[in-house]
Nanobody, 124 residues
Framework: QVQLIESGGGLVQAGGSLRLSCSASVRTFSNYGFGWFRQAPGKEREFVAAIGWNDVNTYYADSVKGRFTISRDNAKNTVYLQMNSLKPEDTAVHYC?????????????????WGQGTQVTVSS
């Protein structure tokens, strides 16, 4: 059974930074593709970033491109989302997602496993 545990959320002022972590309990971490999604109150869950087999194989939503960086550490079974220049509109619950097919998946239905989410709040 795959478990994803996010951490690193919190309250930060606009312009600040946070780094989210997603620890995955999987047998062969390097075989999995990962993504980050977020959901603000009253809004649908939206794609943020995806990573394939290494840190070069990444894809971002236009709204976070140039500010957020997704990366993975296969030795630690962990995926990260470094968030810089945060804006109030980044406020949302952020979710880590995984599937056992390497690739850049941007739709929520393409992921098989989800974490419980971590709250990110950006004050103006």
């Amino acid at each position: 059974q795959v478990q994803l545990i996010e951490s690193g959320g919190g309250l930060v002022q606009a312009g600040g930074s946070l780094r989210l972590s997603c620890s995955a309990s999987v047998r062969t971490f390097s075989n999995y593709g990962f993504g980050w999604f977020r959901q603000a109150p009253g809004k649908e869950r939206e794609f943020v970033a995806a990573i394939g087999w290494n840190d070069v194989n990444t894809y971002y939503a236009d709204s976070v491109k140039g500010r957020f960086t997704i990366s993975r550490d296969n030795a630690k079974n962990t995926v990260y989302l470094q968030m810089n220049s945060l804006k109030p509109e980044d406020t949302a619950v952020h979710y880590c997602a995984a599937n056992n097919r390497l690739g850049l998946w941007v739709h929520a239905y393409e992921y098989d496993y989800w974490g419980q989410g971590t709250q990110v709040t950006v004050s103006s």
